[in-house]
């Protein structure tokens, strides 16, 4: 996983109805849900698997998904949305929350009910409960002002971070503070604490461009990025008569389509050498800690790592002790010991397998390997948290038999191994296919000049 902004997603299709689907938070999905037929599918596969199959009208979003737009001085996507309701004193009410997520902040929610807004983050310390209906946070009180009530997801749209699924259920209180907001959602595995505050509607219409002209959908491109402009409609030919004859639908000189080929692998050299140059490996920083699973998370600081040039990549590997149906969450921070400023990444290690109708299988590896791009000069220390969890939910659909049954507990041992160096070999390739897409096409425009 390269933690860049400017990473592209992967690409698939809808395993229900055909239909072309982008990861934009790759390497963080677990599942998304189709935005043409609804199906939610499990993208932790190489080969996408539907989960659930809801061949149902695609929603008119608010926000599109794939919508950028920048809040709290933050850039974000909206990459996934949820429909949910809650009935309550003889009512139901329903509400829409979209997932945001920015590769260096992580996730955040826009949540809208009747018509208002509310901007949402995962709690990173626990209140305290006062009693069953008071909690203390951040230095106030908050209270509750309903009864619990029963949240059913309805509908979903996009990618998640987690196992989601239509008419999963949770019981939901909303503690208040003034205006701000301190939701807790439980289930029997697990309790989860939102903060929300209120940001006005037009804030967020200005950022996404709601309102108005909607707009388009990311390509791909880097966060931080306007937009990208499209390609020239077409203008004149070139001055020269080569370039005159080509233009008008001849082929090009055989000079020329040579000559380009030389130049597209000179260039290609050049960038390969200049990549194994810089892309060299510094002296390593190395530590190791054991996990236990569904146990509590445990930290370790690994360093020093010295970044000696102006910027670089800082590769970091991860090698756990071989194990089954389980995976591992790594959260990593790269802090720098002069400004403590810290750069953030994130990786997973996991390893699956079962049988289904066509026998056995497996997935997954038990190490994992993670680059943190554009990284300045600078001594940084390696902030490593992790937690191993079990996987315990019920089979898919294509699945007869349930392989996920395992008892928690059991000791993971995980080393690390962390230095400044390490090559983007994917951008490589890109800059391969760019270097020869010209010198091919004009190869094959003459062949083409040629048989006719």
């Not at 309701?85 to 590769?103: C, H, K, V, Y």
């Not at 006005?200 to 707009?215: H, I, Q, S």
């Not at 790269?334 to 699956?352: K, N, P, S």
Request: hydrophobic share 40%; net charge negative; aromatic share 10%.
């Amino acid at each position: 996983m390269i933690a860049n902004p400017s990473t592209s997603g992967r690409k698939f299709d809808c395993p229900g109805c055909g239909g072309s689907l982008e990861i934009r938070a790759a390497g963080y999905t677990t599942t998304v849900a189709c935005r043409y037929c609804g199906s939610v599918i499990d993208v932790t596969s190489p080969d996408a698997t539907l989960i659930t199959q809801y061949h149902q009208a695609v929603a008119d979003l608010a926000i599109p998904l794939g919508t950028r737009g920048t809040l709290a001085g933050i850039e974000w996507e909206a990459i996934g949305w949820q429909s949910r309701s809650a009935g309550q004193r003889q009512e139901t009410e329903s509400w829409d929350e979209f997932l945001l997520f920015n590769p260096y902040a992580g996730y955040r929610w826009l949540v809208r009910y009747d018509g208002d807004w509310t901007f949402g983050r995962a709690l990173e310390s626990l209140p305290e409960m006062r009693s069953d209906d008071v909690v203390r946070w951040q230095g106030a009180t908050w209270e509750v002002e309903d009864d619990p009530a029963q949240m059913v997801t309805t509908r979903v749209v996009g990618e998640f971070y987690w196992r989601v699924k239509v008419d999963e259920t949770v019981t939901g209180r909303t503690f208040w503070s003034g205006s701000r907001q301190l939701s807790c959602e439980q289930n029997r595995d697990e309790v989860n604490w939102t903060t929300l505050d209120p940001i006005d509607k037009d804030e967020v219409a200005r950022a996404f461009g709601l309102g108005g002209d909607r707009p388009g959908e990311s390509g791909g491109g880097g966060f931080g990025r306007k937009g990208l402009g499209s390609g020239p409609g077409g203008g004149g030919p070139s001055p020269g008569a080569s370039s005159e004859r080509f233009a008008a639908g001849g082929s090009a000189p055989r000079p020329f389509v040579r000559w380009t080929f030389v130049a597209a692998m000179f260039a290609a050299a050049i960038v390969f050498i200049t990549m194994a140059v810089l892309g060299g490996h510094g002296k390593p920083a190395m530590g190791a800690l054991s996990l236990v699973t569904e146990g509590p998370e445990r930290t370790i600081t690994i360093g020093p790592i010295e970044a000696g040039r102006t910027w670089q990549t800082v590769t970091i590997r991860a090698d756990a002790q071989p194990f089954d149906n389980k995976w591992i969450d790594l959260d990593y921070a790269l802090v720098d010991r002069a400004t403590h400023q810290a750069i953030e990444a994130g990786d997973t290690v996991e390893h699956y397998s079962g049988t289904d109708s066509d026998g056995a299988w497996t997935e997954g590896s038990y190490s994992t390997s993670a680059l943190i791009a554009r990284v300045p000069r600078g001594t940084y220390d390696l902030v490593v948290t992790a937690s191993a969890k079990a996987w315990t939910s019920e089979p898919t659909i294509t699945t007869p038999i349930n392989p996920w049954a395992l008892t928690p507990g059991g000791t993971i041992e995980l080393s690390f191994n962390a230095s400044a160096g390490g090559a983007l070999w994917g951008n490589f390739m890109v800059a391969l296919l760019l270097l020869f897409a010209p010198p091919i096409f004009f190869a094959w425009r003459k062949m083409k000049g040629a048989s006719e």
